[in-house]
């Protein structure tokens, strides 16, 4: 299997597909009976793994995601559990597959409750809440009785887990019109949705577990997908290797004002296998013993250091001057593995007309991604397709930093990498991803699998330091330190 994983699509997209699977002979009746029982396992796992009652409170809306929800109940129920529903809407309003789903679920002995008042009684003894309110094909704004279910369950305390998507959010989009469920896990049906990642959507999903109600479909057009992690191999060393076969990094970045992005990532690039890193800067600064560091006073002694270096990383605390835009505009006529990251980001938007090598990797976060496609907006954007086309026009691959992370290559679905931390939003963090970037490049892998790797050994390294010492207090320091243990991990093929 390659770096692709699970396809993630569109609410459209995904109507589609299901619409494919019903003239092929399939039925909303099996795919939800079978959704049932994927997701009455993944709460039934829930509980037990955290020793919760075994009370499920089920907030239903009207449709399919109820119908879901029911089915998933009188599963429940026949196992022992405690499942009361609690309807939002007059059973009149019920879809017809609803009201079967809930008809069976009231003949199991599922209870129902339409006082509101006395769920909030029971919440006091209940393990968790289930939200069927409404799923991918909300549109609009919450209205009252779906705003202030959400708002109920969302003040409760309790877990809450989420059919599909949290109810309230764009599957598409990850817009929340006015309220939407902060779902503590979503146990997305099939494939994943665009909206959990754009927008609003990070903030809402939680844990992300997928459930599955049988769609067989080989060819789904989507509009991004997962990384596969199980597909992620650290390339070899060799016994033999000397340090500059191991990987020679040359690292331009770093000014009298910013000499910490130039150190961290410089030293990234060491813990991440180079055998040498070399530290160009325009100005003098103080580094670790590990890091050569030599003044670039011109720029045949950047051509040397180049001409015998395997990647070339280049931006970092750079500053925001002449001298900047004339040592981007010249590496880029150089055919070496290269990061941009930073203030040479800066150069490139100020001149879009610059070719770029085909090899080389750029390391954006949003604002500078902005700046590189020309827009001055404050407002969301849509990151899917402008991104993707940035890459099909530049033909170079983009490493979209966030939260999630998103990267694109020409002629390939953009990735999504969901494995970081908060811990990961402190100043330098992005230095440390392009210097462990720039020091898998050395080993001749493609961009895009360089890109992969690289941003999920960085998001395990904030997971794991996270881990250890908060989300509060890990500084991009810290994660320096972490990634060994990350790298013995994927050695040994644990994954996170």
Avoid at 2 to 23: C, P, S, W, Y
Avoid at 206 to 232: H, T, Y
Avoid at 356 to 380: F, N, W
Wanted: proline content about 4%.
């Amino acid at each position: 299997m390659g770096l692709d994983g699970i396809k993630v699509v569109t609410a459209q997209e995904m109507k589609d597909l299901e619409n494919r699977a019903f003239q092929k002979g399939y039925s909303e009746l099996e795919f939800m009976q079978k959704a049932g029982i994927s997701i009455a396992l993944e709460v039934e796992k829930f509980i037990q793994e955290r020793k919760l009652p075994k009370e499920v409170l089920l907030f239903a809306g009207k449709g399919n995601n109820a119908g879901d929800g029911f089915a998933a109940g009188a599963i429940l129920v026949a196992k022992g559990y405690s499942v009361i529903a609690y309807p939002i809407y007059p059973l009149e309003r019920f879809s017809t597959l609803c009201r079967n789903m809930y008809e069976n679920f009231c003949a199991q002995g599922g209870k129902v409750e339409f006082s509101l008042e006395k769920i909030q009684e029971r919440m006091n003894h209940t393990g968790l809440i289930l939200d069927a309110l409404v799923g991918t094909g909300m549109k609009k704004s919450a209205g009252n009785e779906l705003a202030a279910a959400i708002e109920i369950a969302n003040h409760s305390k309790l877990p809450i887990l989420a059919i599909d998507i949290p109810s309230g959010l764009n599957g598409t989009t990850g817009e929340v019109g006015s309220i939407a469920i902060h779902a503590t896990k979503t146990i997305y049906l099939e494939l994943a949705k665009t909206g959990f990642f754009l927008r609003d959507g990070w903030d809402h999903v939680g844990e992300m577990v997928r459930g599955g109600f049988g769609l067989l479909e080989d060819k789904v057009k989507a509009s991004a997908c997962l990384l596969n992690i199980s597909s992620l191999k650290l390339p070899p060393i060799q016994r033999s290797w000397h340090k500059y076969q191991k990987g020679y990094v040359v690292a331009i970045a770093g000014s009298e004002e910013m000499p910490g992005a130039a150190v961290l990532a410089s030293y990234a690039a060491l813990r991440s296998g180079a055998g040498i890193v070399r530290l160009l800067s325009p100005d003098k600064i103080t580094v670790p013993y590990e890091i050569i560091h030599q003044t670039l006073d011109d720029k045949n002694t950047l051509d040397q250091e180049i001409a015998r270096a395997k990647a070339v990383l280049v931006g970092p605390g750079l500053a925001r001057t002449k001298k900047t835009d004339e040592i981007v505009q010249h590496l880029l006529k150089i055919s070496k593995p290269l990061v941009i990251d930073a203030d040479a980001l800066f150069s490139l938007a100020k001149h879009p007309s610059w070719k770029l090598p085909p090899s080389c990797i750029l390391t954006p976060h949003k604002q500078e991604m902005k700046r590189l496609l020309g827009l001055e907006t404050k407002e969301e954007i849509d990151w899917l397709s402008l991104c993707q086309n940035y890459v099909e026009e530049k033909q170079v691959t983009l490493v979209l930093k966030g939260a999630p992370t998103f990267i694109f290559t020409p002629d390939h679905l953009p990735l999504i990498i969901t494995q970081g931390d908060p811990a990961l939003a402190t100043a330098g963090s992005g230095d440390v991803l392009t210097g462990v970037i720039a020091a898998l490049l050395c080993h001749r892998l493609t961009p895009r699998y360089t890109a992969a790797l690289g941003c999920y050994i960085h998001a395990i390294a904030g997971k794991k330091a996270a881990g250890d010492l908060t989300s509060y207090s890990v500084i991009a320091s810290d994660l320096l330190e972490y990634l060994p243990k990350v790298f013995s991990s994927i050695e040994h093929a644990v994954y996170s």
